[in-house]
């Protein structure tokens, strides 16, 4: 039997800086009232999400991701964001430059996917998740957190990797396999 998983394209990212992200996170609990925080060691920056994908598909794409030919490079992170309503965000999230060499990393990984699955149309954004799912009837009361500082990082982006999603566990996501930047 053919068991459908749920896999994802991502940059991985270093255990300093899940460390950094993980103490501002804390500093945010109080003031938004989420269902879902995200595991210090599941932070991530989504670069496509498969959702149910097949292995036949999954390993097709995986070998023409191998082949990339994208060099390393550094982005820098830092900032508040929300996707969502103003009252009661989606989604929290630390801003992510949108570097040139990300942008055309996220392009050439759309080429290789296109050609297996329907690739995602929206204009990409690039972030780093930190709780989804408003869970509170409450609104957010203090709006102007979002623009104090979190202070700023640098990224060094050297590697790919497509994650399975394992929903039942506290770290969610394992990596299925790594493709290192030139």
């Known amino acids: 039997m053919n068991t459908t998983r749920h896999y994802f394209i991502a940059v991985e990212i270093d255990h300093e800086i899940k ?5 501002n996170q804390q500093k945010l609990k109080d003031d938004f009232h989420y269902k879902n925080w995200v595991d210090q060691n599941d932070f ?3 670069l496509h999400f498969f959702g149910a994908i097949d292995r036949t598909k999954l390993n097709r794409v995986a070998d023409q991701l191998q082949r990339l030919d994208n060099q390393a490079f ?3 992170i830092g900032g508040l964001s929300t996707f969502g309503s103003a ?3 989606r989604v929290l999230w ?4 949108k570097h040139p060499d990300l942008v055309q990393l996220h ?3 759309q080429q290789i996917v296109g050609k297996y699955v329907t690739i995602d149309k929206r204009p990409f954004t690039p972030h780093i998740t930190l709780a989804k799912k408003w ?3 409450q609104q957010l009361q203090n709006k102007a957190i979002l623009n104090q500082p979190t202070g700023e990082k640098h990224l060094h982006i050297n590697k790919v990797v497509i994650y ?3 929903p039942e566990k506290k770290q969610k996501y394992q990596i299925w396999q790594q493709i290192e930047l030139k």
């Open 19 to 23: 460390k950094w992200l993980f103490q």
């Open 74 to 76: 550094t982005v820098e």
């Open 135 to 137: 869970a509170s009837e």
């Open 107 to 109: 392009h050439d990984i």
């Open 164 to 166: 399975e999603i394992h």
């Open 87 to 89: 009252n009661k965000p």
């Open 94 to 97: 630390i801003e992510v430059e």
């Open 44 to 46: 991530h920056i989504t």
